[in-house]
């Protein structure tokens, strides 16, 4: 895992592909919190993603291991819950 201390307020969060998953509001202990503009039909709170999945921090970018499309699948709600684990 990256060392999550070199990641910053505002760093575009991109999967292994280079697709778009979110935008950093901060790091909460093992996790990223998304902006809650990028939480997609949940922007009333914010969607968080798991520090181990984190692959490089450079260019101003947050590069995860997997690919856009399984990485959303990983993202979870405050409480520590699986996104898909709600029904959203």
Do not use: C, W
Not at 23 to 33: A, F, S
């Amino acid at each position: 895992m990256a060392d999550l201390s070199n990641i910053a307020e505002h760093m575009e969060v991109i999967g292994a592909d280079g697709v778009h998953i979110g935008t950093v509001d901060k790091v909460e202990g093992d996790r990223i919190k998304l902006t809650k503009a990028d939480s997609g039909s949940h922007e009333s709170h914010h969607h968080y993603i798991p520090g181990g999945l984190v692959a490089a921090i450079d260019d101003g970018q947050v590069r995860l291991s997997a690919n856009g499309d399984v990485a959303i699948l990983f993202e979870e709600e405050q409480g520590g819950e699986g996104i898909s684990e709600r029904g959203a």
